[in-house]
């Protein structure tokens, strides 16, 4: 079983707006883009590494780039969202100001807090911001792109003055469901990621069961804990790889023992081998068709 990326961004964002009335069946899945959702409506269950979050009406998610998420959808209610694809780059480097615009994604993994709620829905300045927005999309007129670019800027600037100053656009605190013990081996795995891991030994370091161990990984996260760590560090290798540095290094920075296993692996994962993809890179050839809606 493995993880999925889904989906390229061929421009800085993307804004959809949402609405199944069918429950639909989304497996757990990572983006190299980040995202943001606010839950308009639907009875959804949002599992974002390992942590669970009910969702409420105007909730917004946060799911910052390479981090496993999926949602557990009901079909006893319509799910409306409306959803903002975000190239991490666009933010992170092509914004020249001190004031980085992706200090949300970061708040969310640093705080391990990736759901939050919208205040006064009718005064709120972030919703009719993000309907400002999506009208933006829909603006044929002169200098529309700038607009829709103008627009988003403005959206990103209000969202992290409402988490930097915890006011009445943002409730900051949302409750949460997770099993401590599982999200402490998470954020251990995270933090040795490149070191020597394996079921006994995490088993022994938490005081734990491996059998029980096993089993409650896989039910807070849909996956073994073997490829929850497999599929991590081959995220770090497409990164490391994106930075052109040279393959066998790659290979063995990120856990791997002999190049032929992580060449081989990597294809299992990516459908292409590491030398197909930096090909693919310096040749600017698209690997995978655009996602129109992946959660």
Same mark, same amino acid.
Do not use: W
């Given at each position: 079983m493995e993880y999925q990326k889904k989906g390229y961004l061929t421009s800085y964002f993307k804004l959809f707006h949402l609405k199944d009335v069918q429950k639909i069946e989304i497996k757990a899945h990572y983006h190299e883009f980040d995202k943001i959702i &606010? #839950? &308009?409506?639907?009875?959804?269950?949002?599992?974002?590494?390992?942590?669970?979050? =009910? /969702? #409420?009406? !105007?909730?917004?998610?946060?799911?910052?780039h390479n981090c496993i998420h999926y949602p557990t959808i009901s079909d006893t209610a319509t799910y409306e969202r409306i959803v903002l694809y975000i190239d991490p780059n666009y933010l992170k480097n092509k914004i020249d100001?001190?004031?980085? $615009?992706?200090?949300?994604?970061? !708040?969310?993994?640093?705080?391990?807090?990736y759901v939050m709620n919208l205040d006064n829905i009718n005064?709120?300045?972030? $919703?009719?911001?993000?309907?400002?927005?999506? *009208? *933006?999309?829909?603006?044929?007129?002169? +200098?529309?792109? /700038? !607009?829709?670019? &103008?627009?988003? &800027?403005? #959206?990103?600037?209000l969202i992290n003055r409402a988490i930097i100053n915890d006011n009445k656009n943002l409730t900051i605190h949302h409750k949460v469901s997770y099993d401590k013990?599982?999200?402490?081996?998470?954020? !251990?795995?995270?933090?040795? /990621?490149?070191?020597? /891991?394996?079921?006994?030994?995490? +088993?022994?370091?938490?005081?734990?069961?491996?059998y029980y161990l096993m089993r409650k990984f896989k039910l807070k996260t849909g996956y073994s804990i073997h490829q929850y760590i497999l599929n991590k560090r081959l995220i770090v290798a497409k990164e490391k790889i994106k930075s052109?540095? +040279?393959?066998?290094?790659?290979?063995?920075?990120?856990?791997?023992?002999?190049? *032929?296993?992580? *060449?081989?692996?990597?294809? =299992?994962?990516?459908?292409?081998?590491?030398?197909? #993809?930096?090909?693919a890179l310096n040749e600017k050839t698209d690997i995978y068709k655009e996602a129109k809606q992946y959660e």
């Amino acid at each position: 079983m493995e993880y999925q990326k889904k989906g390229y961004l061929t421009s800085y964002f993307k804004l959809f707006h949402l609405k199944d009335v069918q429950k639909i069946e989304i497996k757990a899945h990572y983006h190299e883009f980040d995202k943001i959702i &606010l #839950f &308009l409506s639907g009875k959804v269950k949002y599992n974002i590494e390992g942590q669970t979050y =009910q /969702l #409420f009406p !105007y909730d917004i998610v946060f799911v910052p780039h390479n981090c496993i998420h999926y949602p557990t959808i009901s079909d006893t209610a319509t799910y409306e969202r409306i959803v903002l694809y975000i190239d991490p780059n666009y933010l992170k480097n092509k914004i020249d100001t001190t004031d980085k $615009l992706d200090f949300c994604f970061n !708040y969310t993994q640093e705080h391990n807090s990736y759901v939050m709620n919208l205040d006064n829905i009718n005064e709120n300045d972030i $919703l009719k911001q993000i309907q400002i927005l999506e *009208s *933006s999309f829909n603006d044929k007129g002169f +200098a529309h792109e /700038l !607009y829709s670019n &103008l627009k988003f &800027l403005e #959206f990103m600037i209000l969202i992290n003055r409402a988490i930097i100053n915890d006011n009445k656009n943002l409730t900051i605190h949302h409750k949460v469901s997770y099993d401590k013990t599982i999200n402490s081996v998470i954020d !251990y795995i995270n933090e040795h /990621l490149f070191t020597e /891991l394996n079921i006994d030994y995490l +088993a022994n370091h938490f005081f734990v069961s491996k059998y029980y161990l096993m089993r409650k990984f896989k039910l807070k996260t849909g996956y073994s804990i073997h490829q929850y760590i497999l599929n991590k560090r081959l995220i770090v290798a497409k990164e490391k790889i994106k930075s052109g540095i +040279a393959l066998t290094q790659i290979c063995f920075d990120c856990g791997f023992k002999d190049y *032929s296993t992580f *060449s081989r692996t990597f294809k =299992q994962i990516f459908k292409q081998t590491p030398r197909e #993809f930096k090909k693919a890179l310096n040749e600017k050839t698209d690997i995978y068709k655009e996602a129109k809606q992946y959660e």
